[in-house]
């Protein structure tokens, strides 16, 4: 798999410290987890005497992978078109008889005006683009090698790693959050582990779109309680790979890329970065966007390869539920931290869909939100799950001052939503 992530050397190996200082008193212990538990994002901003109880996470450095490959629209609608046409082909009498619906046509303007979407990237361009395959082509690879998540996530954690000048040696856990896994087990978050030479412990999270975010919470408590010093999260998404790209709704949505956080004490950090100033997660279940396959599809062999095992979703359900509910969540999360939403001097939002993003944008800020204030990455990038919001974090984040404060916020699939308000170091 060709990469264009920053290859770094593989970082030095050297024995990994569990992070926990020593306590003498019970008072003292008390007093820091009172103190950890008011940091948790849920509440107002921490006072100064919380500062001397506390340890605060800082966004050290991010990372990118990119594949090489991209879609256009109108080769993806070429595509399908033609898929399209073959299936009307073979189905005519059915579909004359009123038993078969005839497939409608896509076009380049209805995908952009749906989505704002203009092109993605793609781990395999070629197996996508067939009409005979509608799917990316990515073989199996042996047990004893590297997988293509684990490869992504790895280039993404490299150009991370280079950037935060670093050793690995300082990074007491490892996440990996994705909406989608290769496997059960063994956990993706321990492959990518071993692969970097990093001690410690790692797992893998799930919480479809809002993967990263939840992330980073997991993350900063762990860095609040004391456990260890740094983490790296991972959010490697193949998202070409369940997508149902014979679904005309549906079909120009998502992408492949893989993002890398590195989050770390305040107490270790070197100048820049950025301080959590809170974080704030919310689910409520909803079945509006969803995704059916898994383990027990070997128990029902009858439902194998039917569409309800690929994304799907109601697109204008989720529109109507979720744009206000994360809207709401955010104007309230800003208030409890004492900031001004319209204050705000960028917004990292999930990368899903161009009119979302707006109403978000304009319901936050009370005003049209300049398009510095607003990022949007994903007419390039398209849907790319719990990554979205991190690679317009990565991107959009230079010409900012410190003291400047930013949002990075999630949302998909649970429905859940994340928000992690940021401010900038000197």
């Known amino acids: 798999m060709r990469r264009r992530a920053h290859a770094a050397d593989d970082p030095?190996?050297?024995?990994?410290?569990?992070?926990?200082?020593?306590?003498?008193?019970?008072?003292?212990?008390?007093?820091?987890?009172?103190?950890?538990?008011?940091?948790?994002?849920?509440?107002?901003?921490?006072?100064?005497?919380?500062?001397?109880?506390?340890?605060?996470?800082?966004?050290?450095?991010?990372?990118?992978?990119?594949p090489e490959q991209s879609i256009s629209n109108a080769e993806l609608v070429a595509a399908y078109n033609a898929y399209a046409e073959r299936f009307n082909a073979d189905h005519a009498a059915e579909i004359l008889e009123g038993d078969v619906a005839e497939l409608t046509p896509s076009s380049v303007e209805f995908i952009e005006k749906a989505s704002g979407i203009r092109s993605r990237?793609?781990?395999?361009?070629?197996?996508?683009?067939?009409?005979?395959?509608?799917?990316?082509?990515?073989?199996?690879?042996?047990?004893?090698?590297?997988?293509?998540?684990?490869?992504?996530?790895?280039?993404?954690?490299?150009?991370?790693?280079?950037?935060?000048?670093?050793?690995?040696?300082?990074?007491?856990?490892?996440?990996?959050?994705?909406?989608?896994?290769?496997?059960?087990?063994?956990?993706?978050?321990?492959?990518?582990?071993?692969?970097?030479?990093?001690?410690?412990?790692?797992?893998?999270?799930?919480?479809?779109c809002s993967s990263a975010t939840f992330g980073i919470k997991t993350a900063a408590d762990f860095i609040a309680s004391g456990s260890v010093k740094a983490v790296l999260m991972v959010n490697p998404e193949v998202c070409s790979a369940h997508l149902n790209f014979r679904d005309r709704d549906s079909h120009f949505i998502f992408g492949d890329v893989a993002t890398a956080v590195i989050i770390e004490s305040s107490d270790q950090a070197g100048p820049g970065g950025w301080d959590i100033l809170g974080t704030r997660l919310k689910t409520v279940f909803s079945n509006n966007i969803r995704n059916n396959f898994g383990f027990l599809n070997n128990a029902a062999p009858e439902g194998i390869g039917q569409p309800d095992k690929l994304f799907i979703q109601q697109g204008r359900k989720v529109f109507k539920d979720v744009v206000p509910m994360v809207s709401e969540m955010i104007v309230d999360h800003a208030r409890d931290l004492g900031i001004?939403?319209?204050?705000?001097?960028?917004?990292?939002?999930?990368?899903?869909?161009?009119?979302?993003?707006?109403?978000?944008?304009?319901?936050?800020?009370?005003?049209?939100?300049?398009?510095?204030?607003?990022?949007?990455?994903?007419?390039?990038?398209?849907?790319?799950s719990s990554a979205g919001s991190i690679i317009a974090f990565h991107l959009r984040q230079q010409a900012m001052a410190a003291g400047d404060i930013g949002l990075?916020?999630?949302?998909?699939?649970?429905?859940?939503?994340g928000t992690v308000f940021v401010r900038k170091r000197a």
């Open 121 to 208: 990237f793609v781990l395999d361009k070629a197996g996508v683009l067939d009409p005979a395959r509608m799917a990316p082509n990515i073989p199996e690879r042996p047990d004893d090698a590297l997988s293509v998540m684990a490869e992504m996530a790895v280039a993404a954690a490299r150009e991370a790693i280079a950037a935060w000048g670093k050793p690995v040696s300082e990074i007491g856990a490892v996440l990996c959050a994705a909406s989608n896994m290769p496997r059960p087990y063994p956990a993706l978050s321990i492959e990518v582990q071993q692969a970097l030479g990093i001690e410690g412990f790692a797992f893998d999270m799930n919480v479809a």
């Open 408 to 417: 990075i916020c999630s949302f998909g699939a649970g429905y859940s939503a």
């Open 12 to 66: 030095s190996r050297r024995p990994q410290s569990t992070g926990l200082s020593k306590r003498t008193s019970t008072q003292r212990t008390s007093l820091k987890q009172r103190g950890a538990a008011r940091h948790s994002g849920e509440g107002r901003e921490p006072s100064d005497r919380d500062q001397h109880t506390l340890t605060h996470a800082v966004i050290a450095a991010t990372g990118l992978f990119t």
């Open 340 to 384: 001004d939403p319209a204050t705000l001097k960028r917004m990292w939002l999930h990368q899903a869909n161009i009119n979302m993003n707006q109403f978000i944008g304009r319901k936050v800020m009370g005003r049209e939100p300049t398009a510095e204030e607003n990022v949007i990455i994903l007419d390039d990038y398209a849907n790319t």
